[in-house]
């Protein structure tokens, strides 16, 4: 990564407060990202997830495989919040 991205970035950081079940969606979510993403190692390196086909070599499968992951992740992570927790958490 280029010097400028690490200078120039801006992060994003949100707080919830008094909503737990939402807090634990966005938590296993960007978890479910963190799967399906490559990480650098300690000397610098791109290392794939193991469990994940090599976008390289077959790009469809590897798109096919992280949707399949992102839709298993939807469907164990519904979560109901009150609607009034909903509205509180707009003001």
């Keep these: 990564m280029s010097e400028s991205y690490f200078t120039n970035r801006q992060d994003r950081y949100y707080i919830v407060q008094d909503c737990e079940p939402l807090a634990d969606y966005i938590e296993d979510y960007i978890n479910a990202l963190a799967d ?5 190692n300690n000397e610098g390196n791109v290392e794939l997830n193991k469990f994940f086909p090599d976008p390289y070599k077959s790009k469809v499968k590897y ?3 992280i949707s399949q992951h992102m839709k298993m992740f ?3 992570n519904r979560v109901k919040i009150p609607i009034g927790e ?3 958490l707009l003001k």
């Design 36 to 40: 399906v993403s490559h990480k650098s």
């Design 63 to 65: 798109i096919h495989t």
């Design 74 to 76: 939807k469907f164990n």
């Design 86 to 88: 909903v509205f509180n």
